[in-house]
């Protein structure tokens, strides 16, 4: 088969790809996320144990320390609106050696499956992971391919956070319950089902929308660890804020403008072959939850504070920074591409180790939405890999940039160079002009047969 008919199949697949999805993404937003936040029961060879990690009796100093930092990144119109700290129920997930394919979840309590994960675990290793949805649907549940992949690469065990979700909820609440997450696991209550996890066991996951929250998680983490000597208030007293292992994510989100040439460049393969996402097109229906009221240019912020580091984490000053842990991307050849080179390329160029795998003709989110094409269980691989390999074997991992061709049935690889300005004064006077033309989505003002 040749480059061109091995680019035309996998283009075919994703048209089959948007004809099954278009129904369900332009479904109204409601609906999306009541479809998609049901918990179900686990079934094959996977444990699955949920808990509720507790805010902090009193969360003030740490709800100051945050709103600091939050300011601290946002010199310009950029609005953080009030905030609070909230309970998070979470999943455990790890690989079940004893099971079978679709084996029913076991009949006994959290306790006892949290306590069976336990002896079937091989590593210490624990990659904290925010799901993707647009910021506005998903769940633990939604991903569980992939982190019993992740588990299953790495012989450790995945934690999950049920999030909360737009429009609801706005920035910066999803990374306030990682942040809760990620405290916890260092620092557990009594009353807590594991024990302290080393922060040199942590890698931050996550994929689409989640990408983009757990890359604002570190960077969140690193800016109060150099401004605020590394310490926060948490459970009674003063604690480390330290970084993670490592870092990993598929198909990041990272510049809510779309103002990358990627999003014009790469619409041929994508399935989103749009200027903006769906829950923006002027045929998308309304619901109770969107448009919110008063209307606002995005469903996760309002338009000024589009341009906040944490939300369109590409600008985010971290990148520059010293000492960042490993970082490892993967996208298809996707509307997102760009942006997550870009970031990804500040980062390398500061000295961070970072692995960037791009594969051609495929479209955002792949592994996820088309779980067995060789293509996806290859970047499961090299994504479990990785955190296996920064946590075991931190100073062994090299940077590498590759594309991995249609046709590439050995998954060589050939090295990746995409045309992409690391200017940064650009870069905000183009995502500048985006946010400047956004109007607030008020509601459908045509119709289409979809």
């Known amino acids: 088969m040749t480059r061109k008919e091995a680019e035309r199949r996998l283009q075919d697949m994703t048209k089959g790809l948007i004809e099954k ?3 369900v993404l332009f479904a109204p937003v409601s609906m999306q996320q009541f479809a998609t936040t049901k918990d179900t029961q686990a079934r094959g060879p996977m444990w699955v144990s949920r808990t509720v990690f507790s805010k902090p009796k009193d969360p003030t100093e740490l709800k100051a320390v945050v709103r600091e ?17 909230d309970d ?35 590593t210490d290793i624990v990659a904290l992971y925010a799901h993707g949805g647009f910021y506005y649907s998903g769940s633990p549940a939604s991903v569980r391919g992939i982190t019993l992949a992740l588990a299953q690469e790495t012989g450790g065990r995945c934690l999950v956070p049920e999030y909360r979700l ?5 920035f910066p609440a999803a990374i306030i319950d990682l942040l809760l997450a990620y405290l916890t696991l260092l620092y557990p209550s009594e009353s ?15 994929d689409s929308s989640g990408g983009n929250l757990v890359l604002s998680l570190l960077a969140l983490v690193q800016h109060i660890r150099d401004h605020n000597n590394g310490r926060v208030p948490f459970g009674g007293k003063m604690v480390d804020l330290p970084l993670p292992a490592g870092i990993a994510t598929l198909s990041p989100h990272c510049d809510h403008t779309n103002s990358f040439d990627s999003h014009r460049r790469n619409k041929p393969y994508d399935i989103f072959n749009l200027d903006l996402l769906p829950h923006l097109q002027p045929y998308f229906p309304a619901c109770d939850l969107w448009p919110t009221s008063p209307p606002r240019e995005d469903i996760y912020c309002d338009g000024p504070t589009l341009l906040h580091p944490l939300v369109s984490v590409s600008t985010a000053p971290s990148w520059s920074a010293a000492n960042m842990p490993p970082m490892f991307f993967a996208c298809g050849q996707e ?6 080179y870009y970031l990804s390329q500040r980062a390398a160029k500061a000295g961070t ?22 293509q996806s269980l290859h970047v499961l691989s090299r994504f479990g890999s990785f955190c ?13 940039r590759k594309r991995y061709p249609a046709d590439d049935a050995k998954f060589l690889g050939e090295p990746l160079d995409l045309p992409v300005s690391l200017d940064e004064g650009d870069r905000k006077r183009q995502m500048q002009e985006k946010v400047a033309k956004r109007k607030p989505w008020t509601g459908p003002v045509e119709t289409a047969n979809l």
């Open 21 to 23: 999805m278009t129904p």
């Open 192 to 206: 807590s089902m594991h024990a302290a996890v080393s922060p040199q066991n942590i890698v931050f996951a996550g």
């Open 166 to 170: 737009s429009p609801q909820n706005t």
């Open 69 to 85: 930092a939050l300011g601290d990144l946002a010199p310009g119109r950029e609005r953080v609106g009030d905030f609070s700290i």
């Open 335 to 340: 509307n997102l591409e760009d942006e997550a």
């Open 388 to 400: 296996r390999e920064v946590v075991k074997y931190p100073g062994g991992l090299e940077s590498e």
């Open 353 to 374: 180790i970072v692995q960037f795998l791009q594969y051609d003709a495929l479209p955002h989110n792949f592994a996820l939405f088309i779980p067995r094409l060789p």
């Open 88 to 122: 998070v129920k979470v999943q455990w997930t790890s690989f079940k050696p004893s099971s079978r394919a679709k084996e029913p979840e076991p009949s006994i309590s959290e306790q006892e499956k949290y306590g069976g994960m336990m002896q079937d675990i091989t």
